[in-house]
């Protein structure tokens, strides 16, 4: 079955940095785009940043764009978030998701996430 499990968050600083990875199994990998969306406490999901299956492709939101970059290597089955210069407003459950776009052109499968909390 498709699994996608997050991990790498934790409790950090303003103004630090954070690696999230995401691993995936169940499927070919490398064959589907990938994202990392994220809720905030009382807030509704935030998409994030966006990679084609190749890594060619990128996008990000305007509230993380300079500060995180997502990557992926597909040999390991496995995607990132670097995050620089974290920010209160950063903290939030970041999870990882396959993008559909045969189908159901959207995410058809998440991760259960990990908890990345930013403060003093």
């Known amino acids: 079955e498709v699994q996608l499990v997050e991990s790498g968050g934790g409790l950090v600083q303003p103004g630090g940095s954070l690696r999230l990875s995401c691993a995936a199994s169940?499927?070919?990998?490398?064959?589907?785009?990938m994202s990392w969306v994220r809720q905030a406490p009382g807030k509704g999901p935030e998409w994030v940043s966006s990679?084609?299956?190749?890594?060619?492709?990128?996008y990000y939101a305007d509230s993380v764009k300079g500060r995180f970059t997502i990557s992926r290597d597909n040999a390991k089955n496995t995607l990132f978030l670097q995050m620089n210069n974290l920010k209160p407003a950063d903290t939030a459950v970041y999870y990882c998701?396959?993008?559909?776009?045969?189908?159901?052109?959207?995410?058809?499968?998440w991760g259960k996430g990990t908890l990345v909390t930013v403060s003093s």
């Open positions: 169940g499927f070919t990998f490398g064959s589907y785009d």
């Open positions: 990679i084609n299956n190749g890594g060619g492709s990128i």
């Open positions: 998701a396959r993008e559909e776009h045969v189908l159901y052109c959207g995410m058809d499968y």
